[in-house]
């Protein structure tokens, strides 16, 4: 059941990022481009993304555990650490070159071409030496939190 | 252009309702980043069913819809050393900050978590500073 819904959230949110026109780096990049030919879609995605979760935020407070008994994850308190601004700094800048992020990447799968599959794996090479490179992080940049696993 | 606000609201919708059942069904925040990266590093341990079966949806909806509709396109730069320097910087970034647009923008921004606003301040100044750089700059993109 659990593998079920969880199908259907990821069918759910990639019909989301084609339809929002996410999976298009023009609008990606139109939306950072504040002083080009500036593009305020990517708004309009975030505002629409955010409504409906802010209820489930809600309705989740109100509950106590999810629907399938796990527990909902708590609120992160550690604050804004160097970590934190410095991964957004770097994940900005990969965002605005290319105008992928990791969902609408693995959206684009089947037809982001040549292009695609080199950012995908450039991505996932990344994102599978994150781990050492955080534990050589944990030395020159304490973390407040545990590391790598933990909710946003 | 107005149309592509409505569908951008209407994308958008899909997104966070996608995001509001898998917490309130799963108890789990929806974050690309996060969901991927677990799986890559092996950090998932015994909930790599669930993530498999979400990147399973993910993959496979958009490539549906996409041929029904008689294609898609990305629109990605033909210079793919600046397509691989990016795709290093959004991994190795997200899973530095632990999360990207759907984590920290989507999830974090509804639930007023101050990391989830603090992240996607500076990953969309960053970007915009970036953009300034490399295509007003440069002319890199």
Same mark, same amino acid.
Request: charged share 10%; proline share 6%.
């Given at each position: 059941?659990?593998?079920?819904v969880?199908?259907?959230?990821?069918?759910?949110?990639?019909?989301?990022?084609?339809l929002?026109?996410?999976?298009?780096?023009?609008?990606?990049?139109?939306?950072?481009?504040?002083?080009?030919?500036?593009d305020?879609?990517?708004?309009?995605?975030?505002?629409g993304?955010?409504l409906p979760m802010?209820?489930a935020?809600?309705?989740?407070?109100?509950?106590?555990?999810?629907?399938?008994?796990?527990?909902f994850p708590?609120?992160n308190?550690?604050?804004?650490?160097?970590?934190l601004?410095?991964?957004?700094?770097?994940?900005?800048?990969?965002?605005?070159?290319?105008?992928?992020?990791?969902?609408?990447?693995?959206?684009?799968?089947?037809f982001?071409?040549?292009?695609?599959a080199?950012?995908?794996?450039a991505?996932?090479?990344?994102?599978?030496a994150?781990?050492?490179?955080?534990?050589w992080?944990?030395?020159?940049?304490?973390?407040?939190?545990p590391p790598?696993?933990?909710a946003? | 252009?107005?149309?592509?606000?409505i569908?951008?609201l209407?994308?958008?919708?899909?997104?966070g309702?996608?995001?509001?059942?898998?917490?309130?069904?799963n108890g789990?925040?929806?974050g690309?980043?996060?969901?991927?990266?677990a799986?890559v590093?092996?950090s998932?341990?015994n909930?790599?069913?669930?993530?498999a079966?979400?990147?399973a949806?993910?993959?496979?909806v958009?490539?549906i819809?996409?041929?029904?509709?008689?294609?898609?396109?990305?629109?990605?730069?033909g210079?793919?050393?600046v397509i691989a320097?990016?795709?290093?910087?959004v991994g190795?970034?997200?899973?530095? /900050?632990?999360?990207?647009?759907? @984590?920290h923008? &989507?999830?974090g #921004?509804? %639930?007023?978590? +101050?990391?989830? !606003?603090?992240?996607? /301040?500076?990953?969309?100044?960053? @970007?915009?500073? &970036?953009?300034? #750089?490399a %295509?007003?700059? +440069?002319?890199? !993109?």
């Amino acid at each position: 059941m659990r593998n079920l819904v969880a199908a259907f959230a990821g069918a759910l949110f990639g019909a989301g990022l084609l339809l929002s026109g996410m999976t298009d780096t023009t609008k990606v990049q139109g939306w950072l481009d504040i002083f080009g030919d500036w593009d305020p879609t990517l708004a309009f995605v975030l505002g629409g993304a955010i409504l409906p979760m802010a209820l489930a935020w809600r309705i989740a407070a109100r509950r106590g555990t999810s629907a399938l008994g796990t527990p909902f994850p708590p609120p992160n308190r550690s604050g804004a650490d160097a970590r934190l601004i410095t991964g957004s700094v770097l994940f900005g800048a990969g965002w605005a070159l290319a105008g992928l992020c990791p969902g609408p990447a693995l959206a684009s799968l089947t037809f982001g071409g040549a292009g695609g599959a080199v950012f995908l794996i450039a991505m996932l090479a990344a994102m599978l030496a994150a781990p050492r490179a955080g534990r050589w992080l944990d030395r020159t940049l304490p973390p407040k939190e545990p590391p790598w696993t933990s909710a946003p | 252009m107005p149309t592509d606000w409505i569908f951008g609201l209407l994308g958008g919708l899909c997104i966070g309702s996608a995001a509001a059942v898998y917490l309130l069904c799963n108890g789990r925040i929806m974050g690309a980043s996060g969901i991927v990266g677990a799986l890559v590093d092996g950090s998932a341990n015994n909930t790599w069913p669930e993530k498999a079966s979400f990147l399973a949806g993910l993959v496979a909806v958009p490539a549906i819809i996409a041929n029904l509709a008689g294609g898609s396109e990305t629109h990605l730069t033909g210079n793919l050393a600046v397509i691989a320097v990016a795709g290093l910087l959004v991994g190795f970034g997200t899973r530095l /900050a632990n999360g990207c647009t759907s @984590g920290h923008g &989507v999830c974090g #921004i509804s %639930r007023l978590s +101050l990391r989830g !606003i603090v992240a996607t /301040a500076v990953y969309v100044a960053a @970007g915009g500073v &970036v953009m300034v #750089i490399a %295509r007003h700059g +440069l002319g890199l !993109i």
